[in-house]
């Protein structure tokens, strides 16, 4: 099946897309984004990725002309172009191609680019679980806007590579757990799942908010309050969660064990039946 991408306004294969040198994406890293999948060939959760996307567009300010019914099309073509039997949704858009210039450019046309892809095989990471380190946030203050300016996660992805581990966790410096560098993160403790609140410094994941509905709906109490870097390394169980992912359970943090229980499995299978089947 191909890969297969869309760039303002026409369909390609992924190989052969290009975007304007001057896209104010790629020199001011001055774009949001979003990635949709589906599940048994639908797409999860579309009007809430959508809406997240419309909000990040307002936050930083793109005046665009897309209405949600346009992009769903655009998505269903490409989906329908790409013939996967599960299709991962890329979609960004840039505040076009100016001059390089910092102060907004006038009259400009914003830069919609999609691709399609197959949606990677995460069984093996939810069967075995993945380890973590800690590092220091450093990331700018509106985390809660889904803009493409990653170096700060990159880098951090790269250095958790590098000690041994699968991925990183923010932690800000009163030792406060944020989120992992592409997931959301949950622990559970005395029976009771929990996740750092809304804010700036996390972005709300859509599959975040499942999961808490998941849990509630099998009877696990969740709640959203600060976690602390402390309670997540002596977690009972912890894991991340991500559109693509899923649920990853944790299986140590900065070298510090953290069992395989009872309830992760619960709670992801309770995802599955209310969102996945």
Request: with cysteine; charged share 25%.
């Amino acid at each position: 099946m191909p890969e297969i991408a869309y760039v303002n306004g026409k369909f390609l294969p992924l190989a052969q897309a290009t975007v304007p040198v001057e896209d104010r994406g790629y020199q001011f890293a001055d774009a949001v984004y979003e990635v949709v999948r589906t599940y048994r060939g639908r797409t999860f959760a579309l009007d809430e990725h959508l809406a997240r996307l419309f909000r990040s567009l307002a936050a930083i300010q793109i005046e665009h002309h897309y209405t949600a019914d346009q992009l769903k099309s655009l998505i269903g073509e490409a989906i329908r172009r790409a013939g996967f039997a599960e299709t991962m949704i890329y979609i960004q858009i840039s505040r076009g191609v100016a001059k390089r210039h910092r102060r907004f450019p006038g009259g400009g046309e914003p830069m919609l680019v999609m691709t399609a892809r197959e949606v990677p095989d995460s069984r093996h990471l939810r069967e075995h679980g993945i380890t973590v380190v800690t590092v220091p946030d450093n990331r700018w203050g509106r985390c809660d806007i889904k803009s493409v300016a990653l170096l700060a996660n990159v880098l951090a992805y790269q250095a958790a590579k590098q000690a041994g581990a699968n991925d990183a966790i923010f932690v800000s410096d009163d030792g406060a757990v944020n989120e992992a560098t592409a997931a959301n993160v949950f622990i559970i403790r005395n029976a009771e799942l929990l996740t750092p609140p809304e804010g700036p410094k996390i972005l709300s994941g859509i599959t975040r908010i499942k999961i808490l509905e998941a849990a509630r709906a099998a009877g696990i109490p969740a709640a959203e309050r600060r976690v602390t870097k402390a309670e997540l390394q002596s977690a009972a169980e912890a894991f991340l969660c991500s559109t693509t992912a899923e649920v990853v359970p944790i299986l140590a943090v900065d070298g510090k064990k953290i069992g395989l229980g009872p309830l992760t499995p619960r709670i992801y299978q309770q995802f599955t039946k209310m969102f996945a089947s």
